[in-house]
């Protein structure tokens, strides 16, 4: 059994992860306060432990907005570490496999980016994760970076669907940005894809993919279908309508891409099919959710 080492176990897709990754090796999850990504040292130590034969960092600073006013800490954690784990696992022969974002890309595009298309973020978050990602490919070791987008699942604190169901069973009205394109991706279908990669693992395939769950909507179709789907379980819902609205009628503090769709045709040739729809997985979830919450 390989050695994996886990970072960012408690976050959406590190709880996914650490479900569905017991049958592919010797899991060790870590998280903070034993592990942070801040602070190299714990980093190197860790992995100095437990020589690990695959590294997957499912951590990051992930609050878009408040990188902004926190630039300094975001990069430590977001570009700095990535490079400090790559050079970890190079010197072990170990296969890193990180994740990042759609927030690389500026939007302006209007067919679904590449990996190799040009970057060019618009937000500390998005600039942070890029320098991640070329510190990891300037090691030079073997790695998988895997771009995804829009994450929610049923762990972690809190995520899109999680805020409109709390808001619908809260209000009658709910406004919702609809000029913002992309694809809403379930966490659990992240760590499915990761726990497919695992066997797969060789020099060849190491670089950058893409992976989403298939399909676009913006935030307002994610957000109706949330609330349809949630009505047909049984949710509690007071909300009667539901209002498209425009990125300038809801200012915040990082400029986010227009159009974020990424191609997954790279990954999809390694997994052998596309990723399921979104609003397959989003129901797959919520019916969890519901489970969970024993509504
Ligand atoms: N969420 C999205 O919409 C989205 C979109 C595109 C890409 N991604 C990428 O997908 C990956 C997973 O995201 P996610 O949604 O699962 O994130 P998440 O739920 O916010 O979890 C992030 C995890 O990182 C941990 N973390 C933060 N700072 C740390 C530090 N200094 N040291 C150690 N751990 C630290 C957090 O630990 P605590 O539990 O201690 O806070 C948390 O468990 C990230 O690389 C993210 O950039 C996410």
């Known amino acids: ?45 860790v992995v100095q432990k437990y020589q690990p034969q695959i590294i997957i960092n499912a951590a990051a600073y992930t609050a878009v907005d408040k990188a902004e006013s926190e630039p300094e800490l975001a990069l430590a954690i977001n570009g700095t570490a990535p490079g400090v784990l790559a050079s970890a696992a190079s010197q072990l022969g170990a296969f890193l496999i990180h994740i990042s974002t759609d927030y690389v890309f500026d939007g302006s595009h209007s067919s679904p980016y590449q990996e190799n298309d040009t970057t060019n973020p618009l937000s500390v ?42 808001l619908a069973a809260e209000r009658p009205e709910i406004r919702v940005v609809a000029d913002q394109i992309g694809s809403p991706t379930w966490a659990k279908d992240i760590a499915g894809a990761i726990a497919q990669i695992i066997p797969q693992l060789t020099p060849e395939i190491s670089g950058i993919y893409h992976y ?52 997954c045709a790279r990954i999809a040739a390694v997994l052998g099919n596309y990723p399921p729809h979104w609003r397959q997985s989003l129901r797959k979830m919520l019916a969890e959710l519901y489970t969970q919450q024993n509504l």
């Open 1 to 45: 059994m390989k050695n994996i080492l886990l970072i960012g176990s408690n976050g959406q897709v590190g709880q996914e992860l650490q479900q569905i990754l017991p049958p592919y090796g010797n899991i060790i999850a870590v998280a903070r306060p034993a592990v942070d990504l801040a602070q190299p040292d714990s980093l190197r130590d």
């Open 125 to 166: 978050y998005g600039k942070t994760k890029l320098a991640g990602e070329q510190a990891i490919a300037d090691v030079g070791g073997n790695y998988i970076i895997l771009r995804t987008a829009w994450v929610y699942g049923t762990y972690g604190k809190s995520n899109f669907v999680k805020t409109m169901l709390r």
């Open 212 to 263: 989403t769950n298939s399909g676009v909507a913006s935030w307002y179709d994610f957000a109706l279908s949330i609330f349809e789907e949630a009505q047909q379980l049984g949710f509690p819902l007071r909300v009667e309508r539901v209002v498209p609205i425009t990125t300038s009628d809801y200012p915040t503090p990082a400029h986010r891409p227009g159009y974020s769709v990424l191609s």
